[in-house]
């Protein structure tokens, strides 16, 4: 019996508000020692442009593998006020299925504000209490992309953790900064049945407490071996590791490490760069292509949201990519 869905995405969908600043804007200034950005307090600024988009882990990783021709559905909790109807709107037209969304009476939608400012992005982000009280019962799908949850996050953790042990479908798992600091322990079940690990380098070294110090690019390149095969033991069986402009690295199930050197390109914000990555990868295994396929198609997916402003505007088609 087929699968309704290739794969189904958990975590957050929101409302993306950019503001572009021009460079040579007299009340911003960026402070390169300290990397601070300051503004001229009391003024009013001018942005050269202010943007509203869908964004949110989830509904970016849905969206991109909607784009690349496969059947997407996303699990995630919005409110019922203007945004949230933006958000429905915006997942639908992407033909990414919404029914399992839920929509809480009364709240409103999360949203982030993004300053792009010399290539760089500031954001400030609020996030609404949700409950994530989602509902697993009854559902078809060849993959789950697990992602970050807000602070009730354990619970639907759980409950993958079931899902995936009785239906024995591939799991991509994306853990978010409160999953990592809550500690191995909290997600060890997780990790034990995960298909296919996405981390940031310092994501990796965090989870593995390793130290990472290298002096020249053979340290570097043994040290990250060292990452891959450590994280590898916890239970995925493919872990990737991105780390910006060197590349990202793969260990496949056997231990044959692979790696993608950086596409370069003119950054123009860097807002989804990692899930684009994940959604290019992920597709790639999903269509069973090789490891070195799927980190070809993580960078280059990557490389062409960076090159354009917000989360979803360069998400790749199958056409496009291929």
């Not at 060197?246 to 123009?268: P, R």
Request: proline letters at 1%; a neutral charge.
């Amino acid at each position: 019996m087929p699968h309704t869905f290739d794969a189904i995405t958990i975590g957050s969908a929101k409302i993306d508000v950019f503001l572009s600043v021009r460079e040579a804007n007299d009340c911003f200034r960026l402070n390169k020692e300290t990397n601070e950005l300051c503004v001229r307090s009391g003024q009013k600024i001018e942005v050269d442009r202010c943007s509203f988009l869908l964004g949110g882990n989830a509904a970016n990783v849905g969206v991109g593998l909607s784009r690349l021709g496969l059947k997407s559905a996303i699990y995630a909790e919005i409110g019922d006020d203007e945004l949230s109807q933006k958000i429905l709107k915006a997942l639908k037209k992407e033909n990414v299925n919404t029914q399992f969304l839920i929509q809480t009476k009364g709240e409103k939608a999360s949203f982030s504000i993004i300053i792009n400012f010399k290539g760089e992005r500031t954001i400030f982000s609020e996030h609404v209490d949700r409950l994530h009280n989602f509902n697993f019962d009854d559902i078809s799908t060849r993959s789950l992309y697990l992602t970050s949850l807000g602070h009730e996050w354990k619970k639907p953790y759980k409950k993958v953790f079931s899902f995936v042990k009785k239906t024995k479908c591939l799991l991509a798992f994306n853990p978010g900064t409160l999953q990592i600091e809550a500690g191995y322990k909290a997600i060890a079940d997780v990790l034990s049945i995960t298909d296919v690990l996405f981390l940031n380098k310092e994501e990796a070294i965090a989870i593995s407490n390793i130290k990472y110090q290298i002096s020249n690019i053979d340290d570097k390149n043994k040290s990250m071996e060292q990452l891959l095969n450590s994280l590898q033991k916890m239970g995925s069986k493919i872990v990737v590791i991105t780390d910006g402009e060197n590349g990202s690295y793969a260990i496949d199930e056997k231990g044959e490490i692979f790696t993608q050197d950086a596409i370069e390109t003119k950054v123009i914000e860097k807002t989804g760069a990692g899930d684009a990555y994940s959604t290019g990868f992920l597709s790639a295994i999903l269509h069973e292509l090789s490891i070195k396929e799927a980190l070809r198609r993580g960078a280059l997916n990557s490389v062409s949201v960076i090159a354009q402003v917000g989360a979803q505007a360069g998400l790749l088609d199958k056409n496009k990519i291929n």
